[in-house]
């Protein structure tokens, strides 16, 4: 399995008055709230809040409700990002209410590929470091979870780089 073109899947829904994105990893308390996070405000400051709905979400439901991990709030609140997600499962519909499904590392992606109930909604995946313009050599945003400060830097540095590429590949 392997994912559709990302630049094509952008320039399609490019096109479309409102874009509904999904954020997705493995507890849904580190990495996919601070990329909601910090794309909510990338949005925010370019004044395009109307046009993109943000969610977030993990394959692991075992922090379900629960605010993001504290340390991944505090190197964000750090950058002035303040994450208030309550973590929540990957649901069936979730394939039918985005438009695009992003994934952080192999392992996220190849089980979104296999959740999808459709090949239409396996279109939808996409890969966080695929919109990396800085950070090229990055393949994957890393678990933070048993890493020390140093991973949830990393985590943030490459999600404000990724971000700010879907916004402009979103919107230029
Ligand atoms: P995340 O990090 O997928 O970036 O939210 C993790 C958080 C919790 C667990 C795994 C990864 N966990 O197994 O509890």
Same mark, same amino acid.
């Given at each position: ?12 829904? !490019? ?18 709230? @601070? ?17 993109? !709905? ?8 075992? $922090? @379900? ?9 505090? $190197?964000?609140?750090? !950058?002035?990002?303040?994450?208030? $997600? ?47 313009? @800085?950070?090229?050599? $990055? ?9 020390? @400060? ?23």
């Amino acid at each position: 399995m392997t994912l559709t073109d990302t630049k094509q899947l952008t320039d399609t829904l !490019r096109q479309k008055p409102r874009i509904r994105i999904l954020f997705v990893c493995l507890g849904n308390i580190c990495r996919s709230p @601070a990329a909601q996070g910090i794309m909510q405000s990338l949005v925010d400051a370019r004044g395009l809040s109307g046009r993109f !709905r943000l969610d977030s979400c993990g394959f692991y439901g075992g $922090h @379900a409700g629960d605010l993001p991990d504290r340390r991944m709030r505090i $190197h964000a609140a750090r !950058r002035d990002y303040r994450l208030d $997600h309550r973590s929540r499962q990957i649901r069936p519909w979730d394939f039918d209410d985005f438009d695009l499904i992003i994934g952080m590392d192999d392992s996220n992606i190849y089980d979104l590929l296999e959740a999808a109930p459709s090949p239409e909604a396996q279109k939808k995946v996409a890969r966080m470091t695929d919109f990396c313009r @800085a950070y090229t050599c $990055h393949t994957a945003v890393p678990d933070p979870y048993y890493e020390g @400060a140093s991973g949830f830097e990393l985590v943030l540095d490459l999600l404000e780089d990724a971000c700010a590429g879907l916004l402009d590949a979103l919107t230029d």
